[in-house]
Every structure is written in C-alpha cells, then in structure tokens.
C-alpha cells in the first residue's frame, strides 16, 4: 500500500511539473521579432536541447571544447533514432555548420527553423529516411558570446550579432589546415566522425551591390577533380540554381569583385584548404558555402538560406546513391593519375556567360572625403551578359610518391595528422632507404602578420636523391589512403597551404652554427687546396657575378657553405619522399 501511494505521488508530481520540452515554445527568437532579431548562443543551445528532449529522431552532443572554453555542440537528425555515425554510414549524411562568423547569423536562425519544421512534419521525416542531418548550431562560440550591433558596418540586420574573430580573435575560416584553436581540433573531431558527404557553411558578405539576395560558392571544381568535380559543377550547380528558381529565389555565383564591378566580369573564388571548403575537399566532401547578401533585410536572407538548405537537402534524397559512388571511387581516381596539382591559376581563355541582375554604377563626389566613392542606383537595375571565369588550370604539380616520412621531434605536424585520422607506421629500427631529400631553395613571406602567422608562399625547393639513415621512431606516412590529399597538401612545401607555408618549419630557416672570419681563413685556405672543385666553382662564380667578386664576405661564406663545417640541417626539411 505504501508502494501504491508512492507510485500515485510521483505520478502526481510529474503531471503537475510536465518536463521543459513539453512547454517549450519552439516559435524562435527570430520569428517573434518579426525577422529582426537573432538567437544568442544560449538560447541557441536551450532551443537544441529542447527539440531533442522532445522529439526522438534529434539528439544533441557536446564533442570537443573551444578556445572560449565552452564545447562545441553537434545536433543530430536522424529517423532511425541511430546517432552513432558508425552505424549510419550508409545513409546520406549531410553536414551543416553554422555561426563561423557570428555575425553573419543567418543559418543559425535558417537552420533552428528546417530542423524544427522536419521534426513536426511527419511526411518530411520520411523523406529523409535515407539522410541525416548534423547540424553545428554555432562553430566560433566566442565570437558568438561578444556581440555586439555596430561591427559589421554594411550588413542590414539583425539587431545585434556576434564579432568575426573567435575568443583568441582568430579568424576560424582561414584555420582549418594549421588548426591553431581548439574550435578546428574540434572540427576535426565531428567532420571525421560524421563523415558527410555534402558539407554546407553558412556565410554572409557584400563586396558589391546587386539584386540577387543570395550567391553561392561551390567548391572550385577544378580543384575538387575527377568525376566528383564534374558532378558538382555540371549538376549539382545547375539543379539547385533551377530549383531556387522554382521557388522564386533568383541566386548567383558569388560575386568575386574587389576594386571593380559585377559587370566587367568577375571569377569564381578559389577555396584553398585553409578555407572549410576548400579543407573539406581534401576527404572528397561535396562542399558549399551559402553567402547571402548583407545589404538585404535579415528576414529575406534567413528565408533564402533555409531555401537553399532545403534544396540541397532535396538534392541528396534524390541523388543520394551517385553521390555515395563518386565518394567511394574518388582515392582510386586521384591515385591513377599519378599526377597531383598542387597550386592553380584561372584560365583566362576560358569563361561562360549568363544575365546578371545588377544595378546600374557610377563614381560620385564623396560627402566625407574630397575624392570620388562608388555608387549603385537601386531605381536602375538591369540584366546584362557578364562572363564568369570559373575554369582552373594547375599551375604546378608533383608526382605523388609512394609515402613520405617525416622525422621524429616534429609533434605540432603529427597532432594534425592525428586529427585529420592519418594513417602511419613508426620505423621500429634504424633503416636505410633510398628517399628524396627537399632543401628550400626560395620562398617569399608576408610582411605583416595574417591569421598569427607570417606565412610563406612562391616556395621552390631543390631535391637529391639518396640513402638516408632514418631513426627508431621516425613516421612513414603511405599515400594509398583516404587522406591522400591532405597529406600532399600539408606536407608538399610549395602547395598554397602547406605547414611549411605556415611556418611550421621555420626554425630550419636559421643557421645555428657559424665561424669567425679571421679563424676560418685558414681553414678554408687549406680546403680549397685539397678539393679543387670547390676552388674552380669560387672562381667560376667570381668570373661570372660581378657583385659576388666585389664581396669577400660573400666569398668566404660561400666556401663555407661548401665545406663540411656547414651544418646540413639548414635549410633541409624533416620531410622525405619515397617513389
């Protein structure tokens, strides 16, 4: 009897203290300001935690942390109610990531409402029977927390907004190859976990005024490759492009124009692996950042990322089997080719056409300055044929080894192999093999600090082929393997966004040893006696470079640099190729 009271009192208590969920008002921050308003981060969260309380095909994960020191949260669609990847794989994943920029909110306000509207719509959970959906509410978390209403200058709305650097004031979409923060360790962690096959980032920008309200920016697909970049940009574009149309949603190549206008043409941009896309591509991801407009209303631009949203959901539904193929057959492909681009240039020669809904410019007087200021004319749109350059061509390429190794000490490179799920042996003996050696021969470096770096870029490098003793515990690294392209792209010094370019090796560009000059004279006297070679190529080069004959300082390093007191580590990278 005691039992039974018991039993009627919890019952009680439950009934008169429903759980949160079910009073929980799902209307968003966004709906009830009438589009005007964005959710902060912590209604973001409160609103995720509450859909998947209440509905059982959403559940909601803390996977990895922040450089703000909250985690990094991962909301899972799925009709199974499975949400361990590892049993899903089959299915068509799709990989939305929000907030990179807080103050570019629309697809956190896009992506509250299509989840929501999924779950309560029983028709649409089973449509998705084949996809799941993972969802990063918000990715930079600081930047998230420090809002403010006057930092982004030209955007219209919403009210007030995150900041675009993260909690260190990193810029979170130029991180994704040197992961600097603990935002792209995190990345990482969830992008290899969930494995998607369609990766969307949510963006926001201007950079010229016109009247489309949204713009694409697919992943060039010169650089995606093979079969994978056919698809994307001789399917995949044309089909969303019609799509939006249907729904009355006109949308453009993102307009890639900086101290000009639309009209005079402009190129696609090129999304190198520093960029989510572009570090995306490297595991054979269909990539896509959507990028409304700032200068339109907030409500215009979250209604269209939701739109867009929904139709590359539709999308993968439809096309869901070929795009699973394509992913699978993608390493194969790469690795016939024996070739690998490593840097691009746009191909000039080549370029499509189509009508382009601008506005009308001109050059003004400016009110503020004494000079001239650019100025569209909202009552004079037109549309007008424009070229659009989005044919890429390599630049330069290499021939993909057999595996590379890389010497043991260098443990900033090997965390990142590590996270991005490299596969690698450690030598367990001293071995000799028969590998390419890299010296640096060239490299130019920015002048001003970008992104806590200093980067390199126009690297050339010089190689020799020959016996090197590698040590118990150095790291080989096979290129068959489904990160091929993120080992080439990382490890290959003269690619864009190499960890050499990023300064990862910068300590073998400083000499650690020297000599004084006045001790060296003797010594280099009596070497040049005893290797004549080194004397004839002193002398050639005197004969033929009229300022190195002028300069015995000069003179004297170069035989240095030729005798075996030059240390052989300078200049020399911890990186061998294997053929």
């Not at 009209?263 to 490297?282: M, V, W």
């Not at 002048?447 to 118990?472: C, D, L, M, R």
């Not at 290959?492 to 060296?520: H, M, R």
């Not at 004959?549 to 200049?571: C, D, G, M, R, W």
Request: charged share 20%; aromatic share 14%.
């Amino acid at each position: 009897m005691k039992k039974l009271s018991f039993l009627t009192l919890i019952l009680l208590i439950s009934c008169t203290n429903p759980s949160p969920s079910l009073n929980f008002d799902f209307t968003t921050t966004f709906e009830k300001s009438n589009g005007t308003e964005t959710a902060t981060y912590f209604e973001t969260i409160a609103y995720y935690q509450n859909l998947a309380n209440l509905y059982p095909e959403i559940s909601i994960q803390k996977i990895g942390t922040t450089d703000s020191g909250y985690p990094l949260h991962l909301v899972i669609f799925s009709t199974s109610k499975e949400f361990d990847f590892d049993k899903i794989q089959q299915k068509n994943i799709i990989l939305i990531n929000n907030g990179i920029h807080p103050g570019e909110s629309d697809g956190i306000d896009a992506s509250m409402l299509l989840l929501r509207d999924i779950a309560q719509n029983a028709d649409k959970i089973k449509q998705l029977k084949n996809v799941v959906l993972a969802i990063i509410p918000i990715y930079n978390v600081g930047g998230s927390l420090n809002r403010n209403s006057t930092s982004r200058t030209n955007q219209n709305g919403p009210k007030e907004y995150g900041f675009r650097g993260n909690a260190r004031n990193f810029d979170l979409n130029r991180d994704f190859i040197k992961a600097d923060t603990k935002n792209a360790t995190s990345f990482a962690e969830i992008f290899h976990q969930v494995n998607p096959d369609v990766f969307i980032d949510t963006h926001v920008s201007n950079g010229a005024d016109y009247q489309y309200g949204i713009t694409h920016l697919f992943t060039q697909h010169n650089k995606l490759g093979n079969d994978l970049g056919i698809f994307i940009e001789q399917k995949m574009r044309p089909e969303i492009e019609a799509s939006l149309l249907e729904k009355k949603i006109i949308i453009t190549p993102y307009v890639n124009v900086w101290g000009s206008t639309p009209e005079e043409g402009f190129s696609q941009f090129f999304d190198s692996p520093r960029y989510s896309t572009g570090y995306t591509t490297l595991f054979n991801t269909l990539g896509m950042m959507i990028e409304t407009h700032m200068l339109k209303p907030y409500k215009q631009r979250v209604k269209q990322t939701y739109g867009l949203m929904e139709t590359i959901i539709n999308f993968t539904v439809k096309n869901g089997t070929q795009i699973k193929e394509l992913r699978k057959n993608a390493i194969t492909k790469i690795l016939e080719k024996e070739m690998y681009p490593i840097s691009y240039q746009i191909n000039k020669d080549s370029f499509e056409t189509f009508q382009f809904k601008g506005y009308e410019s001109s050059y003004i007087d400016s009110k503020v300055t004494n000079g001239k200021r650019l100025f569209y004319d909202r009552t004079k749109p037109y549309t007008k044929p424009v070229k659009y350059y989005n044919q890429f061509v390599a630049s330069t390429k290499i021939k993909i080894p057999k595996a590379y190794i890389l010497k043991r000490g260098w443990w900033r490179v090997l965390e990142r192999l590590n996270n991005n799920k490299i596969k690698y042996t450690l030598f367990k003996k001293d071995t000799l093999i028969s590998v390419n050696e890299q010296h640096i021969k060239d490299y130019k470096t920015r002048k001003s600090a970008y992104e806590g770096h200093y980067p390199h870029y126009n690297t050339t490098t010089t190689i020799t082929k020959k016996q090197v003793q590698f040590n118990k515990g150095d790291i080989y690294i096979p290129t068959n393997q489904n990160g091929v392209r993120y080992i080439i792209e990382t490890l290959e010094p003269s690619a864009t966004d190499s960890f050499f370019n990023w300064n990862f090796f910068d300590t073998i560009l400083q000499q650690k040893e020297g000599y004084s000059p006045y001790v060296f004279e003797d010594i280099a006297a009596q070497f040049l006696i005893e290797n004549p070679s080194v004397q004839n190529a002193l002398d050639l080069k005197m004969l033929n470079d009229e300022n190195f004959a002028k300069n015995p300082q000069a003179q004297l390093n170069f035989i240095y640099k030729n005798s075996p007191h030059y240390e052989t580590v300078h200049l020399k990278l911890p990186i061998y190729k294997v053929f």
